[in-house]
């Protein structure tokens, strides 16, 4: 086995349409590792298809870590994230997959202001139960909710240096913010 093949991972991303989630598997992709995207639409075929179309309107800066020979391959499902199934049933049947990412996160001024719109722990809570029914791997949460410190014992932080810090604050207290560090004490436990 080569350097190559033993720092090769196979990265599941929730939420893989999303902006950051592009960026993220654009460089896994370009660095060799191979991903299985999940998205929303009606069949895998067409998952394949979006996230395709949606990197390849994405674009990298210059610069950054070189292009492996090989880039990894892509593979897309549109399997519900907020169901446990969904985690099990992926890393039962695909002992390749190492590492999950996940980039959820509410979309639009609607469901950050709702108290029902749960997309952080419903999801976390999902891939947490969907690991434990399966098997554990490596898990990166990519959160923008502005909280510093360890998950279930984090605060609400921001920059020292980030005006006007008033309006910031207050946004750390709307529905979405707070069910993100719900999110993370589910991690924590």
């Known amino acids: 086995m080569t350097d190559a093949e033993r720092s090769k991972n196979h990265f599941l991303v929730v939420a893989a349409a999303s902006r950051g989630a592009l960026y993220f598997v654009k460089k896994a992709l370009r660095q060799g590792h191979d991903v299985t995207a999940l998205c929303r639409p009606k069949d895998g075929k067409s998952a394949l298809e979006r996230i395709t179309r949606l990197l390849d309107e994405t674009q990298l800066a210059e610069g ?15 399997e519900d994230i907020l169901n446990a199934e969904t985690y099990r049933t992926l890393l039962a049947n695909d002992s390749s997959i190492d590492r999950v990412c996940c980039f959820v996160g509410a979309t639009n001024l609607r469901q950050m202001m709702s108290r029902t719109h749960l997309i952080y722990t419903k999801t976390i809570q999902a891939i947490v139960v969907g690991m ?12 923008s909710s502005g909280t510093e410190g360890i998950p279930g014992q984090n605060v609400s932080q921001l920059p020292e240096n980030f005006k006007p810090r008033w309006i910031l604050n207050l946004g750390l207290k709307i529905p979405a913010a707070q069910n993100c560090f719900e999110s993370e004490k589910i991690l924590a436990k």
């Open 64 to 78: 950054g870590q070189k292009a492996a020979p090989t880039p990894g391959a892509l593979y897309a499902n549109n």
């Open 132 to 143: 434990q029914q399966s098997r554990w791997v490596e898990f990166f949460y990519h959160g």
